[in-house]
């Protein structure tokens, strides 16, 4: 009975932390984004006949988990609910990965169920303070299936699978953990970095400190495993926009980085604040431990482990030369989700499951806040503009990179709208520019106006419309019977 009622108040805690995330962040107007829809569009266009050689990827697949997450796309569902559930399903991992370490870093024995409910507990924590933050978009995005969630999913789950393989064996633990450092390395370099490369460093220093060779071959093998499958991505056959290398200079990267840290921490902003607490503290700790003269293995591997992550995960964007403004701090999205563990392993002598009764308090006052969570749901899942063109008869056109693919999946393929504009190549099928998602005729006569999509981009491509429609804060124009032609293809 106890156990049950722990599984329920897990479950409770998780659903918690996602009303937390849609109350204290812009979460919901996220999820249905180009950026967030592009792998639930992409396999159900592949289930219909579609091609992934005829995607124009971004810089890697993102595919492993991601496609797994997305496969409520082909249950009886609305497409919009089914973007809901794949951001669940991707909680529920977080939420089970985060609890799995939990459990292993506690001083005292505990159960999968209360590792879920410290780390959750503390999980919506930190989402209280990101309402607080000038960082609640950075949670906003980890929420939803996007660029690199995937990876840091993973790097959660894989790094306690690690664990639990170096202590416990089991021939099992290492082929699983192989092969899933091999599906999401392939499909997103950067867990190689958060996760393959610090099971080396820990690895390493555990065998200078223990001289134990079993607990070092291991991490050698996660790394080179890691490795193999980051050479195969960059030789991978499929289409991809390849990656722009270095935008600006290391120095230029790092000064942009802690420019942003001294004005949050300037400001007091509180999830900064505990960033540089956690990852700090962890880096110390763990150096701490390192140089102890009497040590516990399993406390120094953890540490060692976690705390290298987080290194990896702030400083890999840097060394890339990727920070150009706040913006790009998303490519350091893998420390959100991690941020529980590396409190919780900072303080192991404290009663983390405790953390539910604030953590409850946190969830009840958010639930006010979100009575009006359907309304912005309809509103980011853009029905109001798809009842808008339905309404005036406008089922085929083209738009920029916010409207294209959400349009189509969201509309359930009613309306086809093709990409264009100066995003026009990026993550998108060329059989979707030739013909409609279920292979129907594709005619194009409107278009929407956007940022990337300008007035004068579109008098360029497509001339004067013959009418022009605002259909919800969005200006459309309409071109008639005669319609206009890709500019990426050509006369059709």
């Known amino acids: 009975m106890i156990h049950a009622l722990g599984i329920f108040g897990a479950g409770l805690l998780v659903a918690g932390a996602i009303v937390s995330l849609a109350a204290f962040t812009t979460y919901p107007q996220y999820l249905f984004g180009g950026d967030f829809v592009h792998p639930l569009l992409l396999i159900k266009d592949i289930s219909l006949g579609g091609s992934i050689f005829e995607w124009n990827s971004s810089a890697a697949l993102y595919a492993f988990p991601d496609w797994l997450w997305s496969a409520p796309i082909f249950l009886p569902m609305s497409p919009t609910h089914a973007v809901l559930l794949s951001s669940f399903l991707l909680f529920l991992t977080v939420t089970f990965a985060g609890g799995l370490l939990a459990k292993q870093v506690s001083t005292r024995p505990i159960s999968l169920t209360a590792g879920v409910i410290a780390y959750t507990s503390v999980l919506i924590m930190t989402i209280w303070f990101a309402g ?17 969630t995937g990876a840091a999913a993973m ?17 099992w633990r290492g082929v699983t ?4 450092a091999l599906l999401t390395t392939y499909s997103d370099p950067l867990f190689f970095i958060w996760l393959c490369a610090p099971c080396l460093v820990a690895s390493a220093i555990f065998f200078i400190r223990f001289r134990e060779w079993r607990v070092a071959a291991k991490g050698a093998l996660v790394f080179a495993v890691g490795l ?7 030789n991978k056959p499929f289409p991809s926009a390849g990656r722009a290398g270095l935008i600006g200079t290391r120095d230029e990267s790092l000064a942009r980085t802690l420019s942003f840290v001294a004005d949050g ?4 902003d509180p999830i900064l604040l505990i960033l540089a607490a956690a990852v700090l503290g962890s880096i110390i700790l763990a150096a701490s431990l390192t140089f102890k003269r009497h040590v516990e293995h399993g406390r120094l591997l953890t ?20 920070i150009q403004d706040i913006s790009s701090l998303r490519y350091m999205i893998g420390i959100i989700p ?19 009764l604030p953590a409850a308090a946190v969830v009840a006052l958010a639930i ?18 798809i009842d808008c063109l339905l309404d005036r008869g406008l089922t085929d056109g083209m738009a920029g990179y916010a409207h294209a693919k959400p349009l189509i999946l969201l509309s359930d393929g009613a309306i086809h709208v093709e990409q264009v504009g100066i995003h026009a190549p990026t993550n998108f099928s060329t059989r979707l520019r030739r013909e409609r998602l279920d292979g129907g005729r594709f005619s194009p006569d409107f278009l929407i106006l956007a940022s990337d999509v300008t007035e004068e981009y579109a008098i360029a491509n497509f001339g004067q419309p013959e009418e022009t429609v605002n259909c919800h804060e969005s200006l459309v124009w309409v071109y008639g019977d005669e319609g206009i032609e890709s500019p990426i293809l050509g006369q059709r």
């Open 368 to 385: 006010p806040t979100t009575l009006n969570l359907p309304q912005r749901i309809h509103h980011a899942s853009l029905d109001p503009l």
């Open 132 to 148: 607080h933050s000038i960082l609640d978009w950075l949670y906003a995005y980890s929420g939803s299936v996007y660029i690199h």
């Open 303 to 322: 540490t060692c482990l976690l705390a290298s992550m987080a290194g990896a995960i702030v400083l890999a964007p840097i060394a890339l030369a990727l």
């Open 265 to 268: 921490l300037y400001a007091a």
């Open 228 to 234: 193999i499958a980051l050479l195969l991505e960059a």
């Open 155 to 171: 790097a959660l789950a894989c790094g306690s699978l690690y664990l639990t393989w170096c202590w416990k064996g089991g021939i």
């Open 177 to 180: 953990l192989v092969i899933l």
């Open 338 to 356: 991690l941020l529980p563990a590396l409190l919780i392993n900072l303080t192991p002598r404290l009663p983390w499951t405790a953390a539910a």
